[in-house]
Each structure stands twice: as structure tokens, then as C-alpha cells.
């Protein structure tokens, strides 16, 4: 071995090399974190201090892949709005910054899967397959991203089709007292838009999870989950998933718009989101306003409801159409948060107590209801149909009530009230049964025509099943005009009442024998 000066020289340099190289090429996989502390703890809420770079809406983590909201920043201490079963929190805990906001899994993976708000499944399926992930607080589209409200959004509810017609990007407020029928409309909406390339996004705010189990699976048993997404929560769920709910669903359901798809977005119900977030914000001590709402209550619904809309071509086309559901107490519709549901919204929905305990169902009481853009994209058949049916039922509605008086009546008056009795009895639908269009407009030819007024009023809705039955006889050039804006004409008119009489003829009593004189035999 040579141990010169030189040789040891050499050998140590090209070691110093090596080390050199090896330093050069490491990277240190360091990534910093900023870390607090929890404070306080309660009912789902969460006091943390130790995270002065935390924004407004920021994601934390805490022990047990619990989540939470940043809510209150101040500068020494953060309000967080936990997002989970949060009984294993104490006082010291670590709280860990993500650096992004809340955001929720979204693509036709989540399509026939009922989820939560965070994502995660709860129909015992496996996770859930997503293509990407959206926040799910997302600016509304701009004024100039919009377009008008051109194509119907059918219901298969005669009475709203044909008198309240809502539009595909729409927003249609659904109100009433409680069990007045205002979710089975939704679901009936839902099931009618099997085959109509409408996408439907059900969320559920805080329902009983019975309710929910039979929304499910009423959807499974028509096939209505094929072309739906459930989001869920249930009432004993904390207040800060109940909150974000809403939020994460219209995510969902802007990722298919702006596919340029057509969607439907059923909350069911807004009142349950109002007081959720009442809740976190009197936790928050932040200050209570009008019936302990604090202050920003309109500007959650409105920011929410502002992004139901049309996309214009150059977005694709597609839509967003809401049916935001609110509970009234005592039919009292001019309460806080019905009120400013009803400003936000393009029309209501209202369901009487009155009606639903007579049997008149869906319950919805034409005189209350509108709907104000609606009208604009209901199709040119339903107009000329239909045009005069609210009148008529609005001047039955008013006489009716007269008419319990016990006050001696024309026989204009009185034609008047048995025809309304036959309008109000062929509205009324069985549930889960909605009517296609052929069908409806069969049904109101015929009622507008005055072939019901026969049939007794007992027998109008056996009547009407007939009509139902009867489409198919109809020839298929006429039945092309219904889902199209041309108008019928008059021999297609003919055609349908033709059909029309022929199908209820069985329930027209036969006319009775002549009265014989009062002369002597």
C-alpha cells in the first residue's frame, strides 16, 4: 500500500467528491406544519388557538381524521365547526392547518350511490369513485354566463305542469306545514325525469333516517337511482355536517352542469339547514338577530340558491334547476325564513293543510302558488289546453266558499262549482304514480272540453286512469305534436276527444227515463 503524501491526498479528495455528489443529489423530504391546540370543546364546536395563519374556511385536522371548518378567525383564537363525531376531543389536542378549503368527491362514480357531505358512502357499497374533487363554496355563474329559461322541466304532476310549469334552471320554492305532501312532489319530480337526460341530486337536511330509508328506497324500486345521487344527513348528525350539506351537493350537481348536462337538486328541507346553522352561530356567540337567526341567514340561502341557473351554449348548455323544500308553522307563509326563501327563489309551491286533510292530493293550493319564469318555457300544447284552467279553478275556489252559505244559486253559478269539483278531482294523483305528457294533455283536452262534466264526480279520477290507458289509441302523428311547440289543431283536437270520449263513456250514466205527465191516466 503506498502511503505517500500524494496517494492520501488523492484518496481524500475523491472521497470529499463522493460526499460532495451525495449531499449535492439529497433533498430533504422536510415538510413544514403548522400545528395548534384545541382550547375548549362543545357541542360541535371547537375553540383553537397556536394557528396564526389559518384563513376563513380553511380545513383543520384533528385526532381521529375528524375535520373541521374555520369559521371565527381571530387573532388569537380560531372558531372551528367540527365536521364529525367529535367526543374524543379534549382541551390540548393538536389541530393541524391543510391549507385548502372543504371540498367533496364528484363524477358519475357518485351516480346511484347515497353518500354523506364529506364523500363517504352510507349504502354499504364501498368507497366511492370520484374523477375529482370541487369546493364546495363555488362563486355563482356570472350574469353574462347565463342564458334565458327556454325548456320545461316536467313534474308528471298535472296540476303543476299544467298551472305552475317550472323551467329547466329554475328555482321553485316548495312550502307548507309539516305532512302536507311537499317531499312526495319532489320525488315524484325525480321519478318523472326517468328517460328525460335529467340527472337528479337528492340532499337530505337533517331527516328522520326512517324518512330516508323510504325516500331510497322508493327511488331503487322505480329505478329512479339509476339516474340520482343521495346526499345525507340525519338529525342526530352534528350541526356542521347538516350546514355544509346543501353546499356539497350543489357541487355535485355543478360538476354535471357544467358538463353540460341537465340536473335537478331537491333540499329537503332548508328550515333543518336554517337552524344548524342558527345553532353553530350562537355557539360562535356571534350576535343573535330576528328569531336568534343571526344576520347573515339570507346570504347562505341566496348564495346557495344563486347558483341554480342555464349555462349559455358557449358553457355547454347546461343546467341547474333547485327545489328547495321549507317547513311553515301554522300556514304562516310570511315568516322570517319562508319570506326570504320566497325573495330568493322564482316562484312558490304551497301545499294547504286544508287540502291534504280533504284527500286533495298533492295538496297544492293553486291560489298561492306561481311560478314566474316557468311559464316562458311551458310548451305551446299546454298553454292552449290549459290556458283558462286557473281561472276557472280560481272562480270554483271563491264560490265554493260562497256557496256554503247555503245561498240559492243560478245554474251559472252552479255549473260553474260542479265543473271546478271535477277539476279539483282530476288533479288529484296517486303518489309515486306521475303522468307522462302524453297523458296530461289527453286529460285536459277532455276536461277543458267538458266531456268530465258528465261523469260523476265519485267516478272523475277512474275517469281519468281511462284517459291514461287511452294514449296508446291516439295516432302517432298527433301524440308527436305534444312534445313539440306547435300548437293542435282542429282536427287533432277531434282525434283526442274521439279517443277521449269513447274511453270514459263506461263511467257517464245512461240518461234516465222521460217524466211523465201529472195528467189523469
Sequence with gaps: MNNSPDSLHRVFDQAFAGISRTLEAFTPQLTPREVGVITSVTMGIAKVSGLPGAGYDELLTFPGDLSGIAFDVDSDEIGVVLLGEYEHLHAGDEVERTGRVMDVPVGDGLIGRVIDPLGGPLDGKGPVASSQRLPIERPAPAIMDRALVT?????GLIVIDAL???GRGQRELILGDRQTGKSSIAIDTILNQRDQNVLCVYCAIGQRASAVAKVVANLRENGAMDYTVVVVTAGNDPPGLAYIAPYAATSIAEYFMEAGRDVLIVYDDLTHHARAYREISLLLRRPPGREAYPGDIFYIHSRLLERSTHLRKGLRGGSLTALPIIETEAQ???AY?????ISITDGQIYTSPTL??????PAVDVGKSVSRVGGKAQRAVYRAVAGDLKLAYAQF????SFAKFGTRLDDQTRKIIDHGHRIRAILIQPELEPASVDEQIVILVALTAGLLDGVPVGKVRDAGQALRKAVADIPAEVRQRFSSNDKLSDEDCKAILQVAGKAIAPFVPAPGPKAKGKGKP
Design 151 to 155: 325548456v320545461p322541466l316536467q313534474t
Design 164 to 166: 305552475i310549469p317550472i
Design 332 to 334: 304562516n307563509i310570511s
Design 337 to 341: 325564513i319562508p319570506t326570504n326563501l
Design 356 to 361: 291534504f286533510e280533504l284527500g286533495v292530493l
Design 397 to 400: 275556489t271563491e264560490l265554493e
